[in-house]
């Protein structure tokens, strides 16, 4: 079974540029994560998808971040406009819904703001 | 916000010996988790207490929970040089709703 796909796993970019994640999560799980994750740090929840709707965004940052996750699978993450600050690790996660209490994390986008 | 925070923060022993590691946490739960994260990866589920549980073990890993002092504690024996990784605890919240609260982590170095 595959795990949880993302891409690209690592980003560099300049202030203020936008940029974008991918997370493509276990086939047939219906929920999906995504978690910023800074040096030092645990994963801290940005946004949880239910299929395909957004039933938790509170940490997520709107002035900047937005996210997607079309016909409930694949998902994107977006920054626009990216501050020195966002530099961290991106995780996404899924879980299915017979076993929600267990998350299987893909390998992390690392974005580095210069 | 983190929930939980893990103590010690780093942790280094030689291969063979127990790693003891703890988590703290705030608010009531209905379960806790731990998982591993090697350096530069994900993060792995490696074992899950429910909050009407006291002890659980999985193979080489011992978790205890203690609801009335909000902590926990995960006891690897006979570590291994591939034991070497992050360790994190997960909290849910009361409230439901598949939202999980990660600790700090415990940077575990087992010396081979």
């Known amino acids: 079974e595959a795990g949880v796909v993302q891409s690209p796993r690592y980003k560099i970019i300049e202030k203020k540029q936008p940029v974008a994640f991918w997370c493509n999560p276990i086939s047939g799980h219906n929920t999906l994560y995504w978690y910023l994750q800074n040096l030092g740090q645990g994963p801290e929840l940005l946004i949880r998808y239910e299929n395909e709707e957004a039933v938790d965004d509170s940490q997520l940052p709107k002035d900047r971040f937005s996210a997607e996750r079309l016909k409930g699978v694949d998902s994107t993450l977006k920054i626009q406009p990216a501050e020195l600050g966002d530099s961290a690790v991106y995780l996404c996660a899924s879980s299915s819904w017979d076993s929600k209490d267990t998350q299987y994390f893909g390998p992390g986008t690392r974005l580095t703001v210069l | 916000s983190q929930q939980g925070e893990e103590d010690p923060q780093a942790l280094s022993i030689q291969e063979g010996e127990n790693a003891t590691m703890n988590c703290s946490y705030k608010?009531?739960?209905?379960?806790l988790q731990w998982y591993r994260q090697n350096s530069g990866r994900g993060l792995v589920h490696l074992i899950l207490?429910?909050?009407?549980?006291r002890e659980k073990h999985s193979g080489r890993l011992r978790v205890t929970l203690d609801t009335s002092k909000k902590s926990s504690s995960l006891l690897i024996t006979a570590s291994r040089a591939a034991d070497t990784a992050s360790y994190f605890c997960?909290?849910?919240?009361?409230?439901?709703?598949?939202?999980?609260?990660f600790g700090t982590g415990t940077s575990l170095t087992v010396i081979p």
């Open positions: 207490i429910r909050s009407n549980e």
């Open positions: 608010t009531s739960i209905n379960n």
């Open positions: 997960a909290t849910d919240s009361l409230r439901g709703g598949n939202q999980f609260y």
